[in-house]
């Protein structure tokens, strides 16, 4: 008789778009892979009841509460997954961690470099598992470039290109939804698409050294929002409030092993939905991805034949390639949920086995020391030390 796996009992605090993606990892993830622990979807919280009860009952969740506090107090929870809005997550990881809780929060890790550090604080002062979602890490087309680099096949890295391009917001009558609120969100693009820019060069590259860049509002005022849900909204009236975050991150910068890098992060590139791509040069070849064709990696390598040379597109969807192989034969595609599928095999093992799989709060402090270096140059005009941010 086989033994009976034991459980880990999720509380989630949010429900709608990120709460959707992380729900469905949860549900699945067992159905590819065989996790260490069985994740049982306990209870989801809200504010909205209605809305709550109708999404704990569609996503398959056990029951709900309307105060994220009394989920946390439940000795039913092991885990705290938390896919609110940004200004939210540092009060609730923090109690969650001082209540013994897991924690898995959606990214960037809080509204400030501060706010992160306090969180890495609490849950290393408590001896709780906690990560981060930076899902995109989780393609095995990235794992894929992962392994490559690492195994040198790239050389010494020269160059990393990065952009995330989207265009929902360039309409001047688009309302002023939770995103556009800075003391809800802490920035515009910047926080949002160039986080998983930052994420992912970490990852792929290493660790910045210094910054310099500007942000930039196109818009600066819009109407007040009556509703909103996911990236969208509706406007109640014909009043108008300011803009107080950016609509376009613009840097450069260079890393620790002396690599450079641009980025740029906007949601006025009309045409681009979700436009995330990065390239990286070596001295012995190079690597691009585009999230929209998230399956392929295009590699070159420079030792190939004179007259063949150029780059090669590689479908990451065989056995040999990371996590593709729980999935379907090759060329049968993954799509985006199934980076958090990913991403939640190693968080649950982790938990299992009790150590923090990556990317956690640490990783979540750096990306956010990134991202208020980036600020202080916008605003300074000089150069910015990662460094200096995190003594």
Same mark, same amino acid.
């Given at each position: 008789?086989?033994?009976?796996?034991?459980?880990?009992?999720?509380?989630?605090?949010?429900?709608?778009?990120?709460?959707?993606?992380?729900?469905?990892?949860?549900?699945?993830?067992?159905?590819?892979?065989?996790?260490?622990?069985?994740?049982?979807?306990?209870?989801?919280?809200?504010?909205?009841?209605?809305?709550?009860?109708?999404?704990?009952?569609?996503?398959?969740?056990?029951?709900?509460?309307?105060?994220?506090?009394?989920?946390?107090?439940?000795?039913?929870?092991?885990?705290?997954?938390?896919?609110?809005?940004?200004?939210?997550?540092?009060?609730?990881?923090?109690?969650?961690?001082?209540?013994?809780?897991?924690?898995?929060?959606?990214?960037?890790?809080?509204?400030?470099?501060?706010?992160?550090?306090?969180?890495?604080?609490?849950?290393?002062?408590?001896?709780?598992?906690?990560?981060?979602?930076?899902?995109?890490?989780?393609?095995?087309?990235?794992?894929?470039?992962?392994?490559?680099?690492?195994?040198?096949?790239?050389?010494?890295?020269?160059?990393?290109?990065?952009?995330?391009?989207?265009?929902?917001?360039?309409?001047?009558?688009?309302?002023?939804?939770?995103?556009?609120?800075?003391?809800?969100?802490?920035?515009?693009?910047?926080?949002?698409?160039?986080?998983?820019?930052?994420?992912?060069?970490?990852?792929?590259?290493?660790?910045?050294?210094?910054?310099?860049?500007?942000?930039?509002?196109?818009?600066?005022?819009?109407?007040?929002?009556?509703?909103?849900?996911?990236?969208?909204?509706?406007?109640?009236?014909?009043?108008?409030?300011?803009?107080?975050?950016?609509?376009?991150?613009?840097?450069?910068?260079?890393?620790?092993?002396? /690599?450079? $890098?641009?980025?740029?992060?906007?949601? @006025?590139?009309? %045409?681009? +939905? *979700?436009?995330?791509?990065? =390239?990286?040069?070596?001295?012995?070849?190079?690597?691009?991805?585009?999230?929209?064709?998230?399956?392929?990696?295009?590699?070159?390598?420079?030792?190939?034949?004179?007259?063949?040379?150029?780059?090669?597109?590689?479908?990451?969807?065989?056995?040999?390639?990371?996590?593709?192989?729980?999935?379907?034969?090759?060329?049968?595609?993954?799509?985006?949920?199934?980076?958090?599928?990913?991403?939640?095999?190693?968080?649950?093992?982790?938990? /299992?086995? $009790?150590?923090?799989?990556?990317?956690? @709060?640490?990783? %979540?402090? +750096? *990306?956010?020391?990134?991202? =208020?270096?980036?600020?202080?140059?916008?605003?300074?005009?000089?150069?910015?030390?990662?460094?200096?941010?995190?003594?």
């Amino acid at each position: 008789m086989a033994d009976v796996k034991k459980e880990l009992r999720i509380g989630m605090v949010g429900y709608k778009f990120m709460g959707k993606a992380h729900s469905h990892a949860f549900r699945d993830v067992s159905f590819y892979f065989d996790p260490k622990v069985e994740p049982v979807l306990q209870a989801i919280c809200g504010r909205q009841e209605e809305d709550l009860k109708q999404a704990a009952e569609k996503m398959g969740w056990n029951s709900y509460e309307t105060d994220w506090r009394k989920l946390i107090e439940r000795d039913d929870i092991d885990l705290i997954d938390i896919v609110t809005p940004n200004n939210s997550h540092a009060e609730i990881a923090i109690a969650a961690a001082k209540a013994g809780k897991h924690v898995f929060c959606e990214k960037p890790l809080a509204l400030t470099l501060e706010q992160s550090k306090e969180m890495l604080k609490a849950v290393q002062e408590n001896g709780v598992i906690h990560m981060i979602n930076h899902n995109y890490r989780f393609s095995p087309a990235i794992q894929m470039a992962k392994k490559l680099i690492d195994e040198g096949r790239l050389g010494k890295i020269y160059h990393v290109r990065a952009l995330y391009l989207q265009d929902w917001i360039m309409d001047p009558q688009f309302p002023l939804v939770w995103r556009l609120n800075k003391d809800i969100s802490g920035s515009g693009s910047h926080g949002d698409l160039a986080a998983h820019s930052i994420d992912l060069a970490r990852f792929l590259v290493g660790e910045f050294e210094e910054v310099t860049g500007i942000l930039e509002t196109f818009i600066k005022e819009r109407p007040i929002v009556e509703s909103s849900s996911g990236l969208s909204g509706s406007a109640s009236t014909d009043k108008f409030g300011k803009v107080e975050v950016d609509d376009a991150s613009v840097f450069i910068a260079r890393f620790e092993n002396g /690599a450079i $890098g641009t980025f740029e992060a906007t949601r @006025f590139a009309g %045409g681009n +939905r *979700n436009g995330n791509r990065i =390239e990286i040069n070596g001295e012995k070849g190079s690597i691009r991805w585009d999230m929209e064709n998230m399956n392929n990696l295009e590699v070159y390598f420079h030792d190939d034949e004179p007259g063949l040379q150029g780059f090669r597109t590689i479908n990451c969807t065989e056995e040999l390639h990371p996590y593709a192989g729980a999935y379907w034969p090759a060329g049968h595609i993954i799509g985006y949920e199934h980076t958090f599928i990913n991403l939640v095999t190693e968080l649950l093992n982790g938990v /299992a086995e $009790g150590y923090n799989p990556l990317p956690n @709060f640490e990783d %979540g402090v +750096r *990306n956010a020391a990134v991202l =208020e270096a980036v600020e202080q140059s916008s605003q300074t005009k000089q150069w910015v030390r990662i460094a200096d941010l995190l003594e």
